[in-house]
């Protein structure tokens, strides 16, 4: 890189033209971020190694699989807390149906195709006991919950929209007890009504000006209960499928089950398929729908738990979404709705039975 920017200059030089201050400064800059990135680069490739065993330390594989699970909730917790922002730029082209349908279609699609082309060694098609499993799961996890989803995203801001689908261990953990025929503690429900005037909080400034976000809450909160039902289901059955192929079964079941009411309710001479649309489209296909799903799943059975602990950082990515690409504004009622969720999620994980149980 100084032989670049050496030879730069000599050639400006022996032209006898004076060198643009910018032009130098920018390749200047341009060197300085590429040995940044190369220095980097090198450690972590040495790091890479170390991990592998090549310098003669290695980790144990408990601790491996730690920072894989790490590794894995992080990147589960930043894709899956865009979702709300995209459907927000979704929706400004097309009706909510339309980018759900479309979105739950294509991504089932590509899903199977993966499984199909790339996992060979796993069974793809369906039994028809497990077809009905993938049908009910599919309509609660994807059909109802993501309809609900991109409606009250009409009414809602995409901060309160993340804040919101960021309760959803409070409800597994109530609907568990419930399906257990055990009566909820007083903890457990002490940390849903938390949840919930967390929401209510952080929800003011906006419901002060449009009074319609209640009815974005309410639907809103109606698909968490069923996602949350669909988690349970999910925990409960005996799946003898992978799990990449039940979710691309789920999620393309759950958008065929979605057409009837596309047609319906859904206009197509105001649906304006352009470049916002299809960029949108394509970041809840794959980032979302399928690598975010993917790592859901793949968390939920390691430790169904431990797993439901990455949404408390849901709410955090979420508003820093929000405010980077919505300009959504961040107030003392944002601060403390989010404060209170979070220590309704901390309760309701203390009070979480074992996933043995």
């Known amino acids: ?37 190369v220095s980097k680069a090198r450690k972590a490739i040495v790091l890479i190694n170390i991990i ?6 290695s980790l144990p594989a408990p601790q491996l699989d730690s920072m894989k699970n790490v590794a894995f909730g992080l990147l ?14 979704g929706i400004l082209s097309v009706h909510p149906f339309i980018l759900a349908n479309v979105r739950l279609v294509f991504a089932g699609i590509f899903i199977l195709f ?16 497990e077809l ?25 801001s995409p901060g309160i929209g993340s804040l919101a689908t960021a309760t959803n261990p409070i409800f597994i953990t109530i609907l568990s007890a419930l399906l257990l025929q055990r009566k909820p503690q007083v ?6 009504v938390l949840g919930l005037a967390g929401i209510l909080i952080a929800s003011y400034p906006q419901l002060q000006v449009e009074p319609a976000v209640w009815k974005g809450l309410v639907i809103l909160i109606g698909g968490i209960i069923t996602v949350s039902a669909a988690t349970v289901y999910y925990v409960r059955t005996d799946w003898k499928l992978n799990s990449l192929v039940i979710n691309g079964w789920q999620v393309l079941l759950g958008g065929i089950f979605m057409l009837p009411f596309t047609a319906s309710f859904a206009s197509f001479q105001e649906a304006n398929f352009d470049l916002r649309f299809l960029f949108a489209v394509s970041w ?62 901390y309760v309701g994980k203390k009070q979480m039975p074992s996933s043995s149980d």
């Open 52 to 57: 592998k065993g090549d310098y003669g330390i």
């Open 284 to 345: 809840l296909i794959i980032p979302v729908s399928i690598i975010a799903l993917w790592l859901w799943f793949y968390l939920i059975d390691q430790d169904p738990i431990s797993a439901s602990l990455w949404i408390f950082l849901c709410p955090l990515f979420g508003y820093f979404y929000a405010y980077l690409f919505s300009g959504e504004t961040i107030t003392i009622y944002t601060l403390i709705g989010t404060v209170i969720v979070i220590v309704a999620l």
């Open 76 to 89: 589960f917790a930043m894709l899956w807390s865009s979702a709300a922002v995209a459907t927000k730029m």
């Open 132 to 156: 009905r499993q993938l049908s009910f799961f599919g309509l609660f996890n994807s059909t109802i919950y993501l309809g609900a989803f991109v409606m009250a995203i009409k009414f809602l």
């Open 187 to 192: 903890k457990e429900m002490g940390s849903l």
């Open 1 to 37: 890189m100084t032989f670049l920017t050496c030879s730069v200059g000599i050639f400006y030089l022996e032209k006898g033209r004076k060198i643009n201050p910018k032009i130098w400064f920018s390749i200047v800059y341009f060197k300085r971020r590429f040995l940044f990135f």
């Open 114 to 129: 993966i499984s199909y082309f790339f996992r060979p060694q796993h069974r793809i098609k369906p039994s028809w006991k």
